[in-house]
């Protein structure tokens, strides 16, 4: 299980190290593509295998799902973790989650997520104003 909020700094190439107990769960080889929200998602192979088989069985006379499988599929690429604990970011997604020199890495259970640190704190701003809102919602379902 991925989990926690890790604030990481990319090198010149894009590189960016992953916490070593997001690198044991990851495993050697990860799979990064755009998420949503303006940031990048990190499975490992078998996660990934797992999602893949999930999108296969949507519809493609649908509209939505062809569009949602191309957004997500296309932005995808296979990294190496290197010694050093660290992936390659390509500059598209780079370009996409808004990438400078700054990141914040997440653990949200079954993946990490790669946030430049300017969204990343926005972002939680925002969130921490409707968190009591939100857990009500979930309470009156049997969430929380």
Do not use: N
């Amino acid at each position: 299980m991925l989990i926690g909020e890790y604030r990481h700094t990319l090198d010149e190439k894009r590189r960016i190290a992953l916490p070593a107990k997001f690198r044991r769960a990851l495993g050697k080889k990860v799979i990064i593509t755009r998420g949503l929200d303006s940031c990048l998602f990190v499975f490992s192979q078998t996660e990934w295998r797992s999602i893949v088989e999930k999108l296969k069985a949507l519809s493609m006379g649908q509209a939505d799902s062809r569009a949602f499988a191309r957004y997500f599929f296309a932005g995808a690429a296979e990294l190496d973790i290197d010694q050093l604990g660290r992936i390659l970011i390509p500059s598209e997604l780079a370009t996409h989650a808004k990438l400078d020199t700054k990141a914040v890495l997440i653990g949200v259970h079954d993946r990490c997520e790669v946030w430049s640190e300017d969204a990343w704190d926005v972002y939680q701003t925002s969130v921490e104003k409707e968190a009591d809102r939100v857990a009500e919602a979930l309470g009156a379902i049997g969430v929380l």
